[in-house]
């Protein structure tokens, strides 16, 4: 079984800056992509950016220039710059790749962690 956790949301002012880090854990074979969504009040989930083996890093085109993502092994990072109010969600992790369990895909989601954006 594959486990996501996410931390790093909290408060932020306009303009400010946070990262979101989220562990992946449990048999994990080989992570072959990696994204991150948001789901603001009243709205559904939207993607935000992401990046699959053998593809290029995709961003939405709300945070291009703005937002990055990174991974450090089994740990996958959005770096979040220039925020605004309009970036306040509850921001997900969505990690894919195979499982040591005879190689078998997974897809996973993580509990989500809330980014707010106010002054």
């Known amino acids: 079984q594959v486990r996501l956790v996410e931390s790093g949301g909290g408060l932020a002012q306009p303009g400010g800056s946070l990262r979101l880090s989220c562990v992946v854990s449990?048999?994990?074979?080989?992570?072959?992509?990696s994204a991150w969504y948001r789901q603001a009040p009243g709205k559904q989930r939207e993607f935000v950016v992401g990046?699959?083996?053998?593809?290029f890093m995709r961003y939405a085109e709300p945070i291009k220039g703005r937002f990055d993502m990174s991974r450090d092994e089994n740990t996958v990072f959005l770096l979040m710059n220039s925020l605004s109010p309009d970036d306040t969600a509850v921001y997900f992790c969505?990690?894919?790749?195979?499982?040591?369990?005879?190689?078998?895909?997974?897809?996973?989601w993580g509990q989500g962690t809330q980014v707010t954006v106010s002054s």
């Open positions: 990046f699959s083996a053998g593809d």
């Open positions: 969505n990690v894919r790749g195979l499982t040591t369990n005879e190689r078998r895909p997974f897809d996973t």
């Open positions: 449990g048999n994990v074979y080989s992570i072959t992509g």
